[in-house]
């Protein structure tokens, strides 16, 4: 007679995956603060405005980067929060401790930290200014 599997190992292992899938979502949500800080420190540069009168050439470089980081922010946070939420639908539909047991757990501040983050990324890039054409070559 064989004992059936504790389902101790099973949510073991999926505790496992969610530890990996956090740990993973961490560096795409540094990344992502780091280039919204970024982002609001060269935004205030440009709005207090530069001694003299900067060339179109440089501040078509400077709206470039700001919608740079803050693509780069968007895309950051998005990814650490997918990742964070994979690892949440992970615990709670694979394991006994069910789906919303699993988002009330230990890490929904940490997924509320990231929503927010999103949606300031979300609101840094819809702001940013849009980069100019590059000129025509004929």
């Given at each position: 007679m064989s004992t059936p599997p504790s389902p101790g190992g099973?949510?073991?292992l999926f505790g496992v995956v969610q530890t990996a899938l956090?740990?993973?979502?961490?560096?795409?949500l540094v990344l992502s603060v780091v280039a919204l800080v970024l982002f609001?420190?060269?935004?205030?540069?440009l709005s207090a405005g530069l001694p003299g009168t900067p060339g179109t050439r440089?501040?078509?470089d400077d709206s470039r980067r700001l919608h740079d980081l803050a693509r780069v922010s968007l895309l950051g946070?998005?990814?650490g929060l997918v990742?964070?939420?994979?690892g949440q639908l992970v615990v709670g539909l694979g394991t006994t401790q069910g789906l919303a047991a699993a988002f009330a757990g230990p890490l929904a501040p940490v997924t509320i930290g990231a929503i927010v983050l999103t949606g300031l990324a979300a609101v840094a890039f819809a702001t940013s200014?849009?980069?100019p054409a590059p000129p025509e070559r004929r």
């Open positions: 099973t949510d073991a956090t740990i993973g979502s961490a560096i795409p609001v420190r060269m935004r205030r540069r440089r501040l078509a946070a998005a990814f990742l964070l939420v994979i200014p849009a980069p």
